[in-house]
């Protein structure tokens, strides 16, 4: 029976278990990749695992998030990134030079290789043929120690793809067609490898827009061949020599095939507030528009950013819209300027932006009061701009770029005929020399902590039995920026755990951070898909930090699980999904934890006299973590040993 290409690069890397689909697996972690917001608390992990010198083939530490610097916090937690890079072996790129996944494409992801980021859209280097996967800042500490990254084995749906793009559709519509399609929960659990004729006609920053918003669709990972669309782009990179061909075998058997028609996609958009929510562009026609925002690590790349100018070109964006232009890296920048391009988009009443996350963090750019915002973003999750009632549609640039000329969405059957795709030039510049690489003699490098780098605090292991209160109630849906607030100045704190836990569900319920205090320990009740977003470990992190011991959800998304599980957070899942409605704010379980046994069922009971039973998917090794008080306690307890 042939082998899928996730099969190959997978078996390539495994350390443990068995490749069968939920069968705990243990994989050799290639690359690692960190951004600041996440990656201060990463940096910190990593020093408090001890070693002298990362294990893996390479490990980048960007600045990309927090790259506003009013005060001295981000400049210190800057500095602190800087310092730990040379200090223990890894490459640091600092603010201003892009945005982690668009810098990590162009210089450093390569086919056949895994790389694991604590950042949700690693898997954007799926578009050179990487296993990429994002997921909580400790398992990247781990990852960089050279431990396994443990995970169950995803089921690899074929995502089979014919013919090619026509007309004003482009990858991001493909990947919005997917979202409408499958919803956010399609592909949790799964890697989605992309097949079939339609693929070569896919450049590579093409295929990186669809690996990206993989993450929205909930997958493990996304994952394109390597061909020759990826030699061309690696050759533009200066980095033929990292060109390596792959594909599934011909005879590949996938545990589910998709098949999409390239030739029948048309612009969609996503509107407020999910990915999901997925309509033809023309269904939104004469819809006044306030702002649009192209960039983010979705579509910042020259392909894109060249589409958008060429439609600008010589044309004004209407009055009442505002047009904010956020290239994904420098390399983008000057080949936009050696162009001419950045002058498209100055002239038609644009504003650059720096090549960092910006406006797709709340980190400025934020649409006015219930202003209608057009992103060529990946999440228009509520309030994540930055205001609360804004109203962010998702689409591709090219329908972004019309909507800032019209200062509306109107039907693309009106727009005449589409321009051609841009293609990568030969001559790239090359922006390596932009990067910061380890000096030769580490030894006398000193770590810089400034006040906003506060060090861990210690979890005590999980007692016999917990009697806790719920201390909050929350429906389906729950993202992290729900648990955790974006915006300056909550991720200016992600070093700073007793400070960042003040945020902790703020905008959801001012009341919860003083109730889980005193409280001193508690439980969360959830709906379905509790904790999708980001990859922000920070909102298992600081609820643990008040005091949260446990989890209780109708379901829960994978990398917001196993940051749980990291911080000594137990998730349990309601047997009967319909108990959810039995548990209220206020009501005290008692949770016998030392009868838990991995993949069991326990009962929570009350001295009112409810009585529910909670199931849990944990493999043995979670439980064991979970015992120890986290995976920071596991491990450290392995090194002593
Ligand atoms: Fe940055 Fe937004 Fe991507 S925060 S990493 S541009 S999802």
């Not at 996350?357 to 060529?376: A, D, E, H, K």
């Not at 932009?434 to 580490?442: A, E, H, I, K, S």
């Not at 998730?571 to 069991?600: K, M, S, V």
């Amino acid at each position: 029976m042939g082998q899928t290409l996730s099969h190959k690069i997978i078996k390539n890397h495994l350390l443990s278990g068995t490749p069968a689909p939920g069968e705990s697996i243990g994989l050799r972690m290639d690359q690692t990749l960190t951004q600041d917001a996440t990656g201060t608390m990463a940096c910190l992990q990593w020093e408090a695992i001890g070693l002298e010198t990362v294990q893996t083939e390479l490990s980048v530490n960007y600045v990309d998030h927090n790259t506003i610097q009013m005060g001295f916090r981000n400049p210190d937690d800057h500095r602190y990134l800087k310092s730990v890079a040379e200090r223990y072996g890894m490459i640091f790129s600092p603010a201003g030079t892009g945005i982690c996944h668009q810098l990590h494409l162009e210089n450093f992801a390569r086919p056949g290789k895994t790389l694991i980021g604590s950042d949700s859209h690693t898997p954007t280097a799926g578009g050179v043929g990487s296993l990429a996967i994002g997921a909580g800042g400790l398992s990247v500490a781990l990852a960089m120690a050279g431990e396994p990254y443990t995970l169950p084995m995803p089921r690899i749906i074929g995502i089979h793809l014919d013919n090619a793009l026509t007309g004003w559709a482009s990858a991001k519509d493909v990947i919005l067609a997917l979202l409408g399609q499958l919803s956010v929960k399609g592909g949790v659990g799964a890697i989605m490898e992309y097949t079939g004729p339609g693929v070569a006609s896919l450049t590579v920053p093409e295929r990186a827009t669809i690996t990206n918003m993989g993450a929205e669709l909930g997958a493990t990972t996304s994952l394109f061949p390597s061909d020759e669309q990826t030699r061309r782009f690696l050759r533009a990179m200066h980095r033929e020599a990292d060109f390596e061909p792959l594909q599934a075998d011909e005879d590949a058997v996938y545990d589910e095939l998709i098949t999409l028609d390239l030739a029948r996609i048309e612009p969609m958009a996503a509107c407020p507030h999910m990915p999901d929510k997925v309509v033809p562009v023309a269904e939104l026609d004469g819809l006044a528009v306030n702002q649009v925002a192209i960039g983010s690590c979705t579509n910042s790349s020259y392909s894109d950013l060249k589409a958008a100018a060429l439609l600008l070109q010589g044309r004004q964006r209407h009055e009442d819209t505002d047009l904010l232009i956020a290239p994904g890296s420098k390399q983008v920048l000057k080949m936009l300027t050696r162009e001419g391009l950045l002058d498209a988009f100055l002239d038609s009443g644009g504003r650059l932006l720096e090549c960092a996350c910006g406006p797709c963090i709340g980190m400025g750019g934020s649409p006015s009061s219930g202003g209608v915002s057009v992103r060529t973003f990946n999440r228009n999750f509520e309030g994540r701009s930055g205001t609360q009632d804004g109203q962010i549609y998702l689409t591709s640039p090219l329908v972004a770029a019309q909507a800032a000329l019209d200062g509306r969405f109107t039907d693309p059957a009106t727009w005449g005929p589409a321009p051609t795709k841009p293609e990568l030039p030969a001559d790239v510049p090359d922006i390596k020399n932009l990067f910061l690489y380890p000096p030769q003699d580490r030894s006398k490098v000193e770590v810089q902590r400034g006040p906003n780098i506060v060090p861990l605090p210690p979890f005590e292991p999980l007692p016999e039995t917990l009697a806790v209160p719920v201390v909050l109630k929350v429906g389906d849906n729950i993202t992290t920026d729900h648990i955790l607030p974006g915006g300056p100045q909550v991720t200016a704190l992600r070093s700073n755990i007793p400070a960042i836990s003040e945020y902790i569900y703020s905008r959801v319920d001012p009341e919860f951070v003083t109730r889980a205090k005193d409280a001193g320990q508690g439980i969360i009740v959830g709906g379905e898909n509790y904790g999708q977003g980001s990859s922000r470990e920070h909102a298992a992190l600081a609820p643990r930090y008040l005091g949260i011991r446990a989890v209780v959800a109708k379901s829960f998304a994978r990398i917001h699980r196993a940051n749980l599980v990291n911080f000594g957070i137990v998730p349990l899942t309601f047997t009967n999904p319909a108990d959810y409605d039995a548990l209220e704010q206020g009501t005290r379980l008692t949770i016998p934890a030392a009868t838990l046994r991995a993949g069991g069922t326990i009962s929570l009971s009350s001295a009112e006299g409810v009585s529910i039973d909670v199931s849990n998917d944990l493999t043995e090794e979670e439980l064991a973590v979970i015992r120890a008080g986290g995976k920071l306690n596991a491990v450290r307890h392995t090194i002593e040993d």
